[in-house]
């Protein structure tokens, strides 16, 4: 098994910036890359973005991509999503996610998860 554990939510003004933390362990071996994900309130869970294992390669959500960074620290297994330039609609509580073995990522990669954290609350006020 592996465990996720998200930590760095809180509110923040839009045009703020916060930085989330992912951290992984347990059976981390059979992981090849983790994402993040977020849901607001009614809606379905969205993808926001992906990082291999080793921190090589990303993928974003168009809806994020060159607000949001993701990277990863190897030595601690944590994962981390750089989240500037807020605006209120990025309200939501932010997962991180990871898969066994290979899948496509995207919108409805969240069907293809095998571990989730818990979730962080992210505030955007305007």
């Known amino acids: 098994q592996v465990q996720l554990v998200e930590s760095g939510g809180g509110s923040v003004q839009a045009g703020g910036s916060l930085r989330l933390s992912c951290a992984a362990s347990?059976?981390?071996?059979?992981?090849?890359?983790m994402g993040w994900f977020r849901q607001a309130p009614g809606k379905e869970r969205e993808f926001m973005g992906a990082i291999s294992w080793r921190g090589i390669s990303t993928f974003y959500a168009d809806s994020v991509r060159g607000r949001f960074t993701i990277s990863k620290d190897n030595e601690k297994n944590t994962m981390y999503l750089q989240m500037n330039s807020l605006k209120p609609e990025d309200t939501a509580v932010y997962y991180c996610?990871?898969?066994?073995?290979?899948?496509?990522w995207g919108q409805g990669a969240h069907d293809a998860m095998d571990y989730w954290g818990k979730g962080t609350l992210v505030t955007v006020s305007s």
């Open positions: 996610a990871a898969p066994n073995g290979e899948v496509g």
């Open positions: 347990g059976r981390t071996s059979s992981i090849l890359t």
